[in-house]
């Protein structure tokens, strides 16, 4: 069984300061993880993927985030937020288990940033 | 860039009626995904297919929804009566064969009145 556990429901940043969007997993295997972010009544997009090369994986915008298998974490950050960050972030495990692959999402966190 | 279409971008429906979705993955995309995404919930899977097969469907309510990709290609959800419980987002998304890397559409938002 996996799960994946978006730690904050909301952030709240100003413009310039970091993001810092958190997410754990937990998996039976060595996952790979991705973020994806959501605009309001847009679909996903993919920010970035880890799976299982590089831990720290830079992704588009600016964002990067860095795979803790100690800590089972896969936190999402950028060095200074931009009014146009301003969405809902997904964090997603696949279990990479072999045979068939379910995907799990988190429940999302929205990123608010503040002028 | 190839994207994933889906129609229509909105659907305001009574209870009771029938409604359905389309989506064309992108162009050889095995793979493709119906999610629907409660407000203020992350996408939650309805249906998997790989080419014309159905992989998952196990979050399916088939008492009331259907999907088919009769020819591989693109595919079709229906929901037959709706229900007010029903209003969401419903997104498609599609991807490679055996490839995690999600593309998805823009979404229909659906209201059941």
Known sequence: AQSVTQLDSHV???EG????LRCNYSSSYSPSLFWYVQHPNKGLQLLLKYTSAATLVKGINGFEAEFKKSETSFHLTKPSAHM???AEYFCV???NSGGYQK???????????IP | ??????SPRYKITEKSQAVAF????????????WYRQILGQGPELLVQFQDESVVDDSQLPKDRFSAERLKGVDSTLKIQPAELGDSAMY?????LTNQYEQYFGPGTRLTVT
């Open chain 1, 17 to 20: 300061t970091p993001v810092l």
């Open chain 2, 91 to 95: 997104l498609c998304a599609s991807s």
């Open chain 2, 1 to 6: 860039e190839a994207e994933v279409a889906q």
């Open chain 1, 12 to 14: 709240s940043v100003s």
């Open chain 1, 103 to 113: 995907v799990t999402f988190g429940t999302g966190t929205k990123l608010q940033v």
């Open chain 1, 84 to 86: 146009s960050d301003a």
């Open chain 1, 93 to 95: 495990v696949w279990p």
């Open chain 2, 22 to 33: 389309w989506c064309d993955p992108i162009s050889g995309h095995a793979t493709l995904y």
